[in-house]
Each structure stands twice: as structure tokens, then as C-alpha cells.
């Protein structure tokens, strides 16, 4: 069956790094767009940033563009959130989450796959 197993979450100050990792199996890596979503207590799940098989990318510009980088090695059936510059507000469970499909999508019920979730907390 498809798994998705993210990792790297943690306890970071505000300005810190961290990057997120999420294992992928079970699926034909290169026919799936891959992505991050975020939620924070109280909120909705939001979109961060996906990446296609051929590697273009694309951001939530208002949350994490220039901040946060989504790379993926296909090779390894992986794919990778960093984040740099973190902020309180980046304070989230972050969701790794793959879509069979080309074209990058925002909305999460486009996904089909999702992973069990990371939890990030930046501290002030």
C-alpha cells in the first residue's frame, strides 16, 4: 500500500532552519506531484509548496515564498521541505501529501495520498 513517512519536525527558535523529509512508497513516484500542507492549532489545513516529477515548484506566496524550499529525489523516492527564517507562525503539523496528476494543485482534496504529519513548533 502507499505510505508516506515524514520526518525532521522539531523544536526550532524563530530565524532557525529546519528541513523536512517525507518517504514515499508504494507508488510510481514520477506520476505524482508531491506536496506540503500545514496546520496550526485552530485553523484549516493550508497549502505550502508542491513539486512536479520534472521539479518545477510552486509556493504559497503569502505564508513561505522566499523562505521555504521543496526539492525531491526521485531517485529516492523523496521529497524535501526546507525552511529557513522560520517564524512563530510557521508553528504547524506539516503534512507531506502526493497527487496523481502533472500540474501542481493547491487544494488538498485534489491529494489522494496523505502522511501521518510532522509537528514544527518555532519558538519567539
Do not use: H
Not at 2 to 30: D, I, K, P
Not at 74 to 83: E, H, I, S
Amino acid at each position: 500500500q502507499v505510505q508516506l513517512v515524514e520526518s525532521g519536525g522539531g523544536l526550532v527558535q524563530a530565524g532557525g532552519s529546519l528541513t523536512l523529509s517525507c518517504a514515499a512508497s508504494g507508488l510510481t513516484f514520477s506520476s505524482y506531484v508531491l506536496g506540503w500542507f500545514r496546520q496550526a492549532p485552530g485553523k484549516e489545513r493550508e497549502f505550502v509548496a508542491a513539486t512536479r516529477w520534472s521539479g518545477g515548484s510552486t509556493y504559497n506566496v503569502n505564508s513561505v515564498k522566499g523562505r521555504f524550499i521543496i526539492s525531491r529525489d526521485n531517485a529516492k523516492n523523496t521529497v524535501y521541505l526546507q525552511m529557513n527564517s522560520l517564524k512563530p507562525e510557521d508553528t504547524a503539523v506539516y503534512y507531506c501529501a502526493a497527487d496523481r496528476t502533472v500540474v501542481v494543485r493547491t487544494a488538498e482534496n485534489s491529494y489522494d495520498y496523505w502522511g501521518q504529519g510532522t509537528q514544527v513548533t518555532v519558538s519567539s
